[in-house]
């Protein structure tokens, strides 16, 4: 399933691609994954090195700086890969703590990807990969994000009812991430680009 702006959709040929190549999960009888799209009217780069949208999600040590449902949190390690993070979560959700370690970042491809290794949540076997790739939107350049995720279904849930509760923390995050990226991006007030 891929999502986008919260309607599933049948997907275009440039998302479709991009998942084939960058979020393919192992996906196991009791698990349930799912691939969500969002557009953001902001380019991958922008002029300054943390106005951008890969900026912000590559900062594996501040999820907080768009994550709306993060309050703190602390990196053991150096920031490479095999680091971990302490998230606190803030109050309203079924969690408290969440212990994350970094499984890849690419700041070539823009590829980012986590796996929760422990924690105070339902959550167990999450991994997420999330990818930004350049695009136009309106004449200007723009971003499109793609998060996917696998997840073990919980006792007494079903596969729908764990994809639609990760997929609901998914959009908010990719909401936020737009709101922060496109704000960002009309004080930097990228010029249109040509069509040719």
Known sequence: MVTNDYVTIASGKMEDEFIKRHHKHDVKEHQCSSSLVKHIKA????????????????????PQKYKPFVSR????????IGSVREVNVKSGLP??????????LDDE????????????????????TVTVHPEVIDGRP???VIESFVVDVPDGNTKDETCYFVEALIKCNLKSL???????????????????
């Not at 380019?43 to 501040?62: E, I, K, M, N």
């Not at 949190?73 to 490479?80: K, S, T, W």
């Not at 969690?95 to 890849?104: K, N, Q, V």
């Not at 491809?109 to 997420?128: A, C, P, Q, T």
Request: glycine share 4%.
């Open 43 to 62: 380019p991958v780069p922008l002029w300054c090195l943390y106005d951008q949208v890969w900026s912000l999600v590559r900062r594996f040590d501040q």
């Open 73 to 80: 949190c602390v990196v053991q390690g150096d920031l490479q």
């Open 95 to 104: 969690a408290t703590t969440s212990t994350e370690r970094l499984e890849l």
């Open 109 to 128: 491809e823009h590829i980012f990807s986590m796996k929760i290794v422990g924690g105070d949540h339902r959550l167990k076997n999450y991994s997420s």
């Open 142 to 144: 723009g971003t499109l």
């Open 178 to 196: 737009a709101d922060v990226s496109e704000r960002l991006a009309v004080q930097d007030r990228t010029e249109p680009i040509d069509r040719m």
